[in-house]
């Protein structure tokens, strides 16, 4: 059973930092791209940021405009386990983030196989 489990949401000011981390288990995770998405009350699910699966020696990245420069994706396979680093955060950071996975990056959430059931992340003014 492929289980993917997102922690570390909760409730910030701006400009402050929040890591989130989504630890996957019941699939080979090496072989499998991660994605983080957002989903504001009333909007859409957007694509956040994206890490390639492993293999090779080039580590590839992809993130929303939006968040350039002030989040960072990342992933330990040891420890089955893919971060997002929320820096300076804004209000409208505030949103509910899940994980996904999927075989290559791709910002179309229809596209990514097994999602995490999402943690919630609020930045006040």
């Known amino acids: 059973q492929v289980q993917l489990v997102e922690s570390g949401g909760g409730s910030a000011q701006a400009g402050d930092s929040l890591r989130l981390s989504c630890a996957a288990s019941g699939l080979t995770f090496g072989t499998y791209a991660v994605g983080w998405f957002r989903q504001a009350p009333g909007k859409e699910c957007d694509f956040v940021a994206g890490i390639n699966r492993s293999g090779g020696n080039t580590r590839y990245t992809r993130y929303t405009d939006s968040v350039k420069g002030r989040f960072t994706i990342s992933r330990d396979n040891a420890k089955n386990t893919v971060y997002l680093q929320m820096n300076s955060l804004k209000p409208e950071d505030t949103a509910v983030y899940y994980c996904?996975?999927?075989?290559?990056?791709?910002?179309?959430?229809?596209?990514?196989?097994?999602w995490g059931q999402g943690t919630q992340v609020t930045v006040a003014s």
């Open positions: 996904a996975a999927a075989p290559n990056i791709e910002s179309a959430w229809r596209l990514y196989e097994h």
